[in-house]
């Protein structure tokens, strides 16, 4: 069973930044593309970036610019580095890999 781990998230002011990390069991990220979405309360869950195996990226149009994904394949993690938080950005962020979603870290802006 694999098993995707978030962490990192957490209460900043606007202007700052987080970095979410999120773990996986086994090798599952080294052989397929991982991607973060985010879902608000009373929003529609929102793909926030995603990391092929070759290391393409792609970013929603809200957070390029601010928002950086990579991975570390020794490490099975991948990483999604936010700079210039804005209240918008509050949200639970998840991670996800196939069919595989992590629990969510939930990430709160203030202004």
């Known amino acids: 069973q694999v098993q995707l781990v978030e962490s990192g998230g957490g209460s900043v002011q606007a202007g700052g930044s987080l970095r979410l990390s999120c773990a996986a069991s086994?090798?599952?990220?080294?052989?397929?593309?991982v991607a973060w979405h985010r879902q608000a309360p009373g929003k529609q869950r929102e793909l926030v970036a995603s990391?092929?195996?070759?290391?393409?990226?792609n970013y929603a149009d809200s957070v390029k610019g601010r928002f950086t994904i990579y991975r570390d394949n020794a490490k099975n993690t991948v990483y999604l580095q936010m700079n210039s938080l804005k209240p918008e950005d509050t949200a639970a962020y998840y991670c996800?890999?196939?069919?595989?979603w992590g629990q969510g870290t939930q990430v709160t802006v203030s202004s």
């Open positions: 990391i092929s195996t070759l290391g393409s990226t």
């Open positions: 996800t890999c196939q069919v595989y």
């Open positions: 086994g090798r599952i990220f080294r052989f397929n593309t």
